[in-house]
């Protein structure tokens, strides 16, 4: 049955996903309810009711399942077995996150359900960095199993030698070792699950990195990523099926020569969807509400011929005023304070002929 208007929905962290989250609910006429433990988390600002509070905080954690008809979560890096007193109201359930939280476990799950991702063995030592260079071949991309993003946690291994150095670079910790790829381009796909098994695919979106983070998606993805459309979207719904998730789900691709291989499956709303906002008839965000409350899904084509998001990382955000100036340009400030390096401080989202428009330096 559908929650009604009114409705509280819990939010497992207080960062930007969950501010345009809480801010999607507010358009539908839900109260959002944050639980972060900072001390002002940027999600808080616009919700009904906030929390402040570790993700392990049991007692806490069954006081805000009080207050809320269902929760959700906004990243996957949250201990898994408190949120046992969440059971019977969180979606996606734990499954999706105890997957996505372990690369190791990540790939075998993915191989599991018939889907390629890049040939890799697993890492526990410098000794297993050899050993995987000369199964996988030279270079290797290492990356921690837990706890990595945007880049860190990772480091790459082009000869022997390289491996002790590689090795302290992720601070000794168990990791996966992938084999390079030779790929033509990176894409993501987003689709949305319901209860009922009902799914729903965004169109593919054409992914640009600059340092290990996302610079620019840009819808349509382009005639390297056409061809490839049918395949994601069933790969993708092979994962969400064998997990039973609900919500929404984002899976990363290489743009192989001979078929999509996945990089990555994030179990939440993600940075390369933000396009949506203004480019789809149902953003992501919305289409992740609408699938945890029992909605029906919403619409995912595009509302103009395109869109291009750019984040804005670090001091880009001091051009604010140029964005705001700009025809077309539709800015996202997420009120995090401090500009640090590498810091998502917001987006900025063109659509149609303005998708073409200026891009941060």
Not at 254 to 278: K, L, M, Y
Request: a negative charge; aromatic letters at 6%.
């Amino acid at each position: 049955m559908a929650l009604p208007p009114g409705s509280t929905i819990g939010i497992l962290g207080g960062g930007q996903l969950g501010r345009m989250m809480a801010l999607a609910a507010a358009r539908l006429g839900y109260r959002c309810h944050i639980l972060d433990p900072h001390e002002q988390p940027c999600a808080a600002e616009v919700s009904a009711e906030f929390t402040r509070a570790a993700y392990d905080d049991r007692d806490a954690l069954r006081r805000f399942a009080d207050e809320c008809d269902v929760v959700t979560y906004e990243f996957e890096n949250i201990p898994v077995e408190p949120l046992a007193v969440l059971a019977d109201k969180l979606a996606p359930s734990t499954r999706s996150l105890e997957v996505a939280q372990d690369r190791a476990a990540e790939k075998r799950f993915i191989e599991g359900c018939g889907v390629r991702v890049a040939p890799w063995r697993e890492v526990d030592s410098a000794a297993d960095i050899e050993v995987a260079l000369e199964a996988l071949g030279a270079p290797i991309l290492l990356k921690s199993r837990r706890y990595g993003y945007d880049g860190k946690g990772q480091a790459w291994v082009r000869r022997a030698e390289e491996a002790a150095e590689a090795w302290d670079a992720i601070g000794r910790q168990p990791a996966v070792a992938e084999a390079g790829m030779t790929f033509g381009a990176e894409f993501s796909l987003i689709l949305a699950r319901g209860a009922n098994g009902e799914t729903s695919a965004f169109p593919p979106t054409l992914n640009h990195h600059e340092g290990g983070i996302l610079r620019t998606s840009t819808v349509p993805a382009g005639p390297q990523i056409a061809p490839f459309t049918d395949q994601a979207i069933a790969a993708a719904r092979a994962i969400e099926e064998a997990l039973g998730h609900v919500g929404v789900l984002t899976v990363e691709f290489f743009a192989c020569a001979d078929g999509p291989v996945v990089n990555e499956i994030a179990p939440r709303v993600h940075n390369s969807g933000h396009w949506t906002i203004e480019g789809a008839q149902t953003s992501q965000f919305e289409q992740h509400l609408r699938a945890i409350l029992g909605l029906p899904l919403g619409d995912p084509t595009l509302v103009s011929a395109g869109a291009t998001m750019e984040n804005l990382i670090g001091d880009d955000v001091d051009r604010w005023a140029d964005f705001v100036a700009e025809p077309g340009a539709h800015l996202h400030l997420y009120g995090k304070g401090e500009a640090r390096p590498g810091r998502k401080m917001g987006h900025v989202t063109r659509l149609g002929s303005a998708a073409s428009g200026p891009s941060v330096d």
